[in-house]
């Protein structure tokens, strides 16, 4: 990412620091953190045209913000691990920085400056349940978090999170924190707009004929996505009506996902029921664009990007009632009951066979995305470093 360039608005109120960012999510595989970190970095650096960045780099990506006002270390050790929580603040220069940022729910540990954490959600620690069907990785993986991110907390100057519900739950679940807990949503990449059908329908064409219906699910594989439930909701509003389709953009595991196999193969949809291991991120794109419907009903989320990525591409959404998802999406998609069938069988019918509320939807979620910048997201950030940097 070049941000060599010239910041036109200089910032007099700027905040003249140096601040210390893990970066190395952003190591040249694609994450929901990589693009949050990308994101906040390039936005902070022409925000303020005084402030200091260091990032501690992936040695895949060891400089991969050119500006020069960045200054890169690596640290080879993976971002949520046990060596980055008692090692890092051993191995890295820490000369000259007023305050560490880490962008991934934990903290190192012994950090010789002020500290804030990004907590995406706390899941981990609320119900492991919800992060993994696998027993082993709820014992070992739900331990590293269960221990971590309590003493992260308590260790933070300053927590941010993104949104409003996350921010209560880390209140409710650690009482110590309420009244250090910030929020900055996520923001909206530019890249998500509408595709014109003449140019995204041949991104499809291995998978859809043109002007095929179909209602699009995205996401990882977590149970809290709640993919069978989608798939179960589609085949209670769409069993009857052979020209709708379901497209489902993620990976199938080979043990955990045998309801989700069950249903793909049910004789009334599985001629028309898609799954994809990967796409690229113009087909997503496109696949956002053309989708009849996008239907997000997780059962827990700490933001619910998919939903806005869709919404900003003039796509119509059915989403989760609760949470999070009702937070971001409010008017800007029809809510429903996650756990019920029949009720996001009910939603999807209503978008699918109401020209007049699809209309109405698609200009609702098209505002509704307009809301959510990353400008603002690191807007936000900075008040957050420039409260903590004040009080020392």
């Not at 992260?152 to 996350?166: E, F, G, K, P």
């Not at 880390?170 to 949503?185: E, K, T, W």
């Not at 179960?232 to 043990?255: M, N, T």
């Not at 098209?366 to 400008?375: G, H, I, K």
Request: glycine share 6%; proline share 6%.
């Amino acid at each position: 990412m070049n941000l060599h360039r010239s910041n036109k608005q200089s910032n007099t109120g700027g905040i003249d620091a140096r601040v210390m960012i893990d970066a190395r999510y952003l190591n040249g595989k694609a994450s929901g953190i990589g693009r949050y970190t990308e994101q906040l970095v390039g936005h902070l650096v022409e925000l303020d045209d005084r402030l200091q960045l260091k990032l501690i780099t992936h040695p895949a990506r060891p400089r991969p913000i050119d500006h020069p006002r960045v200054e890169c270390e690596t640290f080879a050790a993976p971002a949520n691990s046990l060596r980055t929580r008692f090692l890092l603040s051993r191995h890295v220069d820490f000369d000259g920085v007023d305050l560490f940022h880490s962008p991934f729910n934990i903290l190192p540990a012994d950090l010789p400056v002020p500290a804030v954490f990004t907590l995406h959600d706390i899941m981990w620690v609320i119900d492991p349940w919800w992060c993994t069907s696998k027993l082993w990785k709820r014992w070992v993986t739900g331990t590293f978090y269960r221990t971590l991110i309590p003493r992260s907390v308590r260790r933070a100057s300053r927590i941010l999170t993104v949104s409003n519900h996350s921010r209560d739950a880390i209140a409710d679940q650690f009482p110590d924190a309420d009244g250090r807990i910030d929020v900055a949503y996520n923001g909206v990449d530019p890249f998500f707009r509408p595709v014109d059908p003449h140019e995204g329908w041949p991104l499809l064409a291995e998978w859809l004929a043109p002007g095929t219906r179909f209602v699009l699910v995205v996401g990882q594989g977590s149970p809290y996505k709640n993919h069978a439930g989608a798939l179960r909701g589609f085949i209670e509003a769409f069993a009857d009506d052979p020209q709708v389709y379901f497209v489902l953009v993620r990976r199938l595991k080979s043990r955990a996902d045998g309801e989700l196999r069950q249903l793909l193969n049910d004789r009334r949809v599985n001629s028309r029921a898609i799954q994809l291991d990967y796409v690229t991120g113009e087909q997503l794109r496109a696949l956002y664009s053309l989708a009849t419907i996008f239907l997000f009903p997780s059962l827990y989320e700490g933001f619910g990007l998919p939903a806005l990525e869709a919404m900003a591409c003039e796509t119509p959404v059915v989403a989760s009632d609760r949470g999070a998802v009702a937070e971001v999406c409010d008017d800007g998609a029809v809510l429903v009951d996650p756990t019920e069938p029949e009720d996001i069988a009910g939603g999807l019918q209503r978008l699918m066979y109401d020209d007049e509320l699809r209309g109405e939807m698609v200009d609702r979620a098209s505002l509704r995305a307009q809301q959510f910048t990353w400008r603002n997201c690191a807007e936000r950030t900075l008040e957050t470093y420039r409260s903590i940097l004040s009080t020392r």
